[in-house]
Nanobody, 123 residues
Framework: QVQLVESGGGLVQAGGSLRLSCAAS????????MGWFRQAPGKERKFVAG????????YYPDSVKGRFTISRDNAKNTVYLQMNSLKPEDTAVYYC????????????????WGQGTQVTVSS
């Protein structure tokens, strides 16, 4: 089993940056692929970034490509999401999650979830 705890959310002006962290615990953390999702009020949870268990492969939807970067440090059991050039439409609760599925894109493919961290981008 893997426990995930997100941090780093907050209020930022449009054009600004934030770095989210996801601290993982559990013996098998480093064998899982990881992902970040976001959910705005009244909307479905959407995928924003994924990274392979070894960190050598990353993938993003077009909505954040070039602005968001996912990375991981398996020695620290932590996954990061660097978010640059933030826009008001990036406002949401951000979740990290783990999966055994390669190139997973949907919430249903991810097994373990954190509690989320709020990101608010003001215009």
């Amino acid at each position: 089993q893997v426990q995930l705890v997100e941090s780093g959310g907050g209020l930022v002006q449009a054009g600004g940056s934030l770095r989210l962290s996801c601290a993982a615990s559990g013996r098998t953390y480093s064998s899982y692929n990881m992902g970040w999702f976001r959910q705005a009020p009244g909307k479905e949870r959407k995928f924003v970034a994924g990274i392979s268990w070894g960190g050598d492969s990353t993938y993003y939807p077009d909505s954040v490509k070039g602005r968001f970067t996912i990375s991981r440090d398996n020695a620290k059991n932590t996954v990061y999401l660097q978010m640059n050039s933030l826009k008001p439409e990036d406002t949401a609760v951000y979740y990290c999650a783990s999966t055994n599925v390669s190139w997973a894109l949907t919430a249903a493919e991810f097994k373990y979830w954190g509690q989320g961290t709020q990101v608010t981008v003001s215009s």
